[in-house]
C-alpha cells in the first residue's frame, strides 16, 4: 500500500543553540502538519584542521549551535510530546555510539558524506534505516553508495548543494536516475526557496521531502533567508496530502460510473473492433 510521503523539516542550525526557539520550531512544524524534525549532531571538536575555510570563524558558528547529550534527550522528549519524529545528522564516526543508543531507528547522512564508506558501514550496523543526500556527489561515488548499501533499508535523497537552488538547476529528473541506479526508496532535499520545487517532486514517486525550517527568515544565521517558515510548510503538507489523492492507485479497477459509460460509448459509432 502506497504510503503518505514523509515530510521532514531540517532544524540545521536555525535553532542558533537556543532550546527554546528550538522547541518552538518542533511545535510549529507538528501544527501544521510535519512527519518529522531533523536537527544536526555534529560536535565542533572534531572540526578538520585541515578546513580550507576560516577555522576559527567555522568552529565558532559550530560550537554556538552544537547540541549536547542532555539537548537531544529533551528534544526528543519534546517530539514526543508534540508527536512528531525526532532524527538527526551524523557527521562523525565518534559521534554513532551516542547516537545509536537513543533507540533512533533511522539516522541521516550528510551529502559531504555520500561517499565515506567507513561511516556509512559503522551506521548501517547501528541503525535500521539510512537516509543520504546526494549533494556534491559523482555519478560513480553514488553508484558505489547504493552497492555498498546493499539490501539495507535506504532512502537516496536528490539534493542540489547551492543554498539556495535556483528552480532552473533543482534537476529533479534524476529523481529517477537514482531509481535507475538501483535505489528502491528515493526522496528529494529541497534548498529552493517556495515550495514550487517540492511540489512537483511529490508526483516523482519520492518517499521524503526534506525541507529547511525558520519561524524567521530575519534571524541571524546563513541558513535563515532560504528556510521554510511553518505556513509554507503547512501548504506542502496540504499539497502532499492532495497529491496522495490525485495519484490514487498504480491499476484501478474501473468504477462503476465507467462500467455504465462503457454500454453508452463504446460500438456507438458501430464495431469497429
Not at 519534546?78 to 545528522?89: G, R
Not at 535563515?224 to 492532495?242: A, G, H, N, V, Y
Given at each position: ?68 547529550d542532555e539537548d537531544h534527550y529533551e528534544l526528543i522528549d ?12 551524523c557527521f562523525d564516526l565518534n559521534r554513532v555510539n551516542f ?95 517556495g515550495i514550487e520545487a517540492s511540489i512537483a517532486a511529490m ?71
Open positions: 500500500m502506497r504510503k503518505l510521503i514523509k515530510i521532514v523539516a531540517d532544524l540545521s542550525s536555525n535553532h542558533m543553540g537556543d532550546m527554546g526557539l528550538a522547541k518552538q520550531m518542533i511545535q510549529k512544524a507538528a501544527a501544521v502538519g510535519v512527519d518529522c524534525i531533523k536537527v544536526q549532531s555534529w560536535q565542533a571538536d572534531k572540526l578538520s584542521k585541515n578546513f580550507p575555510g576560516n577555522y576559527k570563524s567555522t568552529y565558532e558558528r559550530h560550537k554556538k549551535t552544537e547540541l549536547s519534546w517530539c514526543k510530546i508534540n508527536d512528531i519524529e525526532f532524527l538527526t545528522t547516537l545509536s543508543s537513543l533507540g533512533l531507528k533511522s539516522i541521516k547522512i550528510a551529502s559531504p558524506d555520500c561517499a565515506s564508506k567507513k561511516l556509512i558501514k559503522k551506521l548501517m550496523d547501528h541503525f535500521e534505516t539510512i537516509i543520504i543526500s546526494t549533494g556534491m556527489s559523482t555519478e560513480e561515488e553514488i553508484k558505489d553508495t547504493i552497492k555498498l548499501l546493499g539490501n539495507h533499508d535506504y532512502i537516496m535523497l536528490h539534493c542540489i548543494s547551492l543554498y539556495p537552488t535556483p528552480l532552473n538547476k533543482c534537476n529533479l529528473n534524476r529523481i529517477n536516475w537514482l531509481k535507475k541506479q538501483g535505489a528502491k526508496r528515493v526522496g528529494f532535499s529541497d534548498h529552493s526557496i508526483s516523482m514517486g519520492i518517499e521524503v521531502l526534506e525541507k529547511h525550517m525558520t519561524i524567521d527568515r530575519k534571524l541571524s544565521g546563513k541558513d535563515q533567508r532560504m528556510s521554510t517558515t511553518p505556513d509554507e510548510f503547512m501548504k506542502i503538507c496540504q499539497w502532499r496530502d492532495l497529491c496522495f489523492k490525485i495519484l490514487g492507485q498504480h491499476n484501478p479497477s474501473l468504477s462503476e460510473k465507467e462500467l455504465e459509460l462503457r454500454k453508452v460509448y463504446i460500438a456507438k459509432w458501430g464495431n469497429n473492433k
